[in-house]
């Protein structure tokens, strides 16, 4: 299971940090990635972990703001967002990549609900 948390409201330029709690499988060994949703479009792949942590990768869209991280001893993914737009609002999930995927395959075989994200301008 997958929940993701940290989501809210805040004005342009701002911060936040979004959490997905990992439970029921064993999260070290997964490569994670967060996507993002907004109704009417497709789903836009965010930013990718390795299983360990080495290796990192990101959408241009959020590159240098955007930063990715886990914390295997918690079971727990994190998402840092900075510098914010009102673009940036969408439905933001965690979701765990298969064994055998990389981060350009953009395929997923567990999904969060999703924390929901709002940006004022």
């Known amino acids: 299971q997958l929940v993701e948390s940290g989501g809210g409201m805040v004005q342009s330029g701002g911060s936040l940090r979004l959490s997905c709690a990992a439970s029921?499988?064993?999260?070290?060994?997964?490569?994670m990635s967060w996507v993002r949703q907004v109704p009417g479009k497709d789903s836009e792949w965010l930013a990718y972990i390795s299983s360990g942590g080495d290796e990192t990768h990101y959408a241009d869209s959020v590159k240098g703001r955007f930063s990715i991280s886990r914390d295997d001893a918690k079971n727990t993914l994190h998402l840092q967002m900075n510098s914010l737009t009102p673009e940036d609002t969408a439905l933001y999930l965690c979701a765990r990549v298969p064994f055998s995927r990389s981060w350009h395959d953009e395929e997923y075989d567990m999904w969060g609900q999703g924390t929901p994200v709002s940006v004022s301008s």
């Open positions: 029921g499988f064993t999260f070290f060994a997964y490569a």
